[in-house]
């Protein structure tokens, strides 16, 4: 799989995707993630990407043309799945994307900035919109660090022990049950006694009955749905 980030900020996007999980799975070659400075495609002497919105108004809006390029580039060379663009006003993005996602093999996420992108971008070249979550925050980096982040470790072979990922809260609609390591006691807070039964149908057993009762306390939003509110 190749994840192509079109960012006005490369620095930004620098640490998420050296560490942990992404890094590893970027090692083992499962995928290949592309950082691309929208200034490399601009022709203006100052290398600005932004300008003034039409009719007036505070703040500035991102030009078409260096987008346009970029993406007409990238598109030269391969056939992409999705272009994204990260925004608030997108769909809300889940685990049901995420696993969605994870089976595409190009994928360019547009990162915004400033007032945003100007429309015709949205409406001409991409192809799907994420928000991840009702808040604004100032730039596109940090929704498409989590994208990636969330779609990489579905990608099969990125996570040592699978079942790892398969038992993660959404991933069947219910949150994940709650988890203990050593020690069993610490100052009189104590592990629950079926986890040390080494009785593994009935630990599992316990541990769906935690996810539920967690999920209908927690999230009863999720239960009887498919993941899409
Ligand atoms: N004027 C825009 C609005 O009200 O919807 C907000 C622009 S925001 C300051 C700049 C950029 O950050 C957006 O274009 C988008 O790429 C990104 N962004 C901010 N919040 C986001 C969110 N919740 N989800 C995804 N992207 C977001």
Redesign the pocket.
């Known amino acids: 799989m190749r994840i192509d980030i079109i960012t006005v900020l490369p620095e930004l996007l620098e640490s998420p995707f050296n560490h942990s999980i992404v890094k590893r799975a970027k090692d083992k070659k499962l995928v290949e993630i592309n950082i691309i400075n929208l200034r490399d495609f601009t022709n203006d002497k100052y290398k600005s990407v932004d300008d003034y919105a039409f009719g007036g108004g505070a ?1 500035m809006v ?1 030009m078409i043309e260096p987008i346009y390029k970029a993406i007409e580039k990238l598109k030269s060379e391969r056939h992409y799945d999705e272009i994204i ?6 769909e809300k ?1 889940n685990q049901k994307m995420a696993n969605q996602l994870s089976l595409k093999n190009n994928i360019i996420i ?8 100007d429309q015709r971008i949205r409406d001409n070249l991409i192809t799907r919109e ?11 980096e940090l ?1 498409a660090a989590a994208i990636t982040d969330a779609i990489v470790r579905l990608i099969p072979g990125a996570i040592s022990d699978e079942q790892s990922a398969l038992s993660d809260s959404f991933q069947d609609d219910l949150l994940a049950p709650p988890v203990y390591t050593r020690p069993a006691d610490f100052n009189g807070w104590k592990v629950p006694e079926i986890l040390l039964s080494g009785h593994t149908a009935k630990i599992e057993n316990w541990r769906h009955e935690q996810s539920e009762e967690r999920t209908s306390r927690l999230r009863p939003d999720l239960f009887g749905n498919d993941g899409e509110k």
């Open positions: 703040g991102m663009y990260t925004s608030p006003d997108g993005f547009l990162a915004g900035h400033y007032k945003g992108v994420i928000s991840i979550g009702d808040y604004v925050l100032s730039g596109g929704p």
